[in-house]
């Protein structure tokens, strides 16, 4: 299946490299090379290509990369974005992931491996929106004041949308699912990231964090998603998840 790609990177030689590698692979690929093209790209015309998956450089001219996800998240809580920089530290690949990037690549890259992250998240988009084949598609999952609709990928606290990223929603839909279920954090990366991810620990750490402060009412004494110190996180059942005194 043939998906739009956005690739954001000044380098001449890197965004002719992967428009070239990505169309080759039977994508429809677009190549800006700065920020604030990208962000006329991604939301200025509502009548004009959506993207299936956008590729960020950081360092860009005229607006930076981060800017360009913070922009990107405030209006489009969907479209997977894959960092691609040469920033390299744990902080830089923290602060990426908390602004809102689902996934984050350093330069110098191998090739194959960054195509195959793309691919992987582009898969698990096109599974999120397809339609069920059941009648009447996947009931959500109500979990006291909390509705989550795999179907539309709508969640709902106390009847007010919820604005989640792709891996935001994964997670949660992948808690919800399996109430009282501890998941360590190598489950979390293999059944949300992918096998093929080589990230860390720390990436669901910062993802957990993200989509707390938007589910929680006090993320500090969680009542939908728990610590299990030494082991991972589970989701309560709801039962405990009613329970404000638990």
């Known amino acids: 299946m043939a ?3 956005l690739c954001v990177e000044d380098n001449p030689e890197i965004g002719k490299l992967l428009s070239e ?3 080759a692979a039977g994508h429809d690929c677009d190549w800006v090379t700065d920020g604030e ?10 009548s004009g290509p959506r993207y299936d998956l956008v590729m960020l450089d950081l360092m860009l001219p005229r607006m930076d990369g981060l800017e360009v996800c913070r922009r990107l998240r ?3 809580s969907r479209t997977p974005v894959v960092m691609v920089t040469a920033k390299a530290s744990i902080r830089d690949v923290v602060v990426g992931l908390e602004i809102g990037a689902d996934d984050y690549v350093t330069k110098p890259f191998h090739l194959p491996i960054l195509l195959a992250r793309v691919q992987a998240l582009l898969r698990r988009g096109q599974q999120r929106s397809s339609p069920d084949d059941g009648i ?3 009931p959500p999952l109500v979990c006291g004041p909390l509705v989550i609709d795999a179907d539309q990928h ?3 606290l106390d009847g007010v949308p919820v604005q989640l990223t792709g891996k935001e929603f994964a997670l ?3 808690f919800a699912s399996h109430p009282g279920h501890t998941f360590r954090r190598g489950e979390l990366l293999d059944h949300v990231w992918g096998k093929e991810f080589d990230g860390f620990d720390h990436t669901v750490n910062t993802h957990i964090n ?3 402060n938007k589910v929680e009412t006090d993320p500090a004494r969680p009542r939908f998603i728990e610590t299990v110190w030494g082991v991972g996180y589970r989701f309560a059942p709801q039962t405990e998840a009613g329970d404000e005194g638990a």
């Not at 093209?37 to 509502?46: H, I, R, W």
């Open 3 to 5: 998906y739009r790609i």
């Open 21 to 23: 590698q990505l169309a």
């Open 37 to 46: 093209a990208a962000l006329t790209a991604l939301l200025g015309d509502v």
């Open 74 to 76: 405030r209006g489009d």
């Open 136 to 138: 009447g598609g996947t």
């Open 154 to 156: 709508r969640v709902e």
């Open 172 to 174: 949660l839909a992948l």
């Open 210 to 212: 993200r989509l707390r």
